[in-house]
């Protein structure tokens, strides 16, 4: 307790009180995500590289045309559109699941994370990604990919009404994640955090679908 003559202790602020934790236990865990943040880079890079340099002249002019199927989402609309066609009240439902998914997602994706992120496009030339392979290098930022994203949230949200579906749509969402990286647009770890962006958000649209159905029959 203080003396009469001696001021009352003034209480940190909050300010002080960060500043002394990321000074103390914190910035050694700061430290060490830096690094493995930072080796997760070079290995992303490495295996960019390592697919740039392998040759595949079988697999190059079919996945260019699976990556350009999938700009705009386009495969997964088509998909969609004969699903609520020839997939009678169950088909509908998980077409209107799916593309439900694919805006939530795009938009996510597009209008949030990519701009927080801000991770630059491989340097395609560089890394000599053969020519044939090439399809429009996209004026956005790299991190996620959103075609990755759309994929996955598409075939996960149809997968939950069509659970026959399921396998062969992620299979080919799957294949669309690699074209993006196979023809150069992505890095690798961009194609895996949009499919799981994807994945998850194919989930939660596919729920609110089937909270819907259950109150509405």
Known sequence: MPSPTEPAATPPTIEEVI???????????????????????????????????????????????????ANRSAIWVAIAAALALFGGRRGR?????????????????????????????????????????????PSSTSFPSGHSASGFAFATAVGRDVPWLAFPLRALAAAVAYSRVHTGVHYPGDAIVGSLIGGATGSVVGGAFDRRGRRGS
């Open 93 to 137: 439902r998980a077409a209107a699941a799916g593309v439900a998914a694919v805006g939530v997602s795009s938009a996510f994706v597009n209008l949030g994370v990519k701009s927080l992120a801000s991770r630059r496009r491989p340097d395609r030339a560089g890394a000599r990604v053969v020519h044939d392979r090439h399809v429009a290098m």
């Open 19 to 69: 500043a002394g934790l990321v000074s103390g236990s914190i910035a050694p865990i700061r430290s060490h995500a830096a690094n493995v943040l930072r080796d997760l880079s070079r290995i992303d890079h490495a295996v960019y590289e390592a697919v740039a340099s392998t040759e595949s002249p079988a697999l190059d002019e079919p996945l260019r045309r699976l990556s350009n199927a």
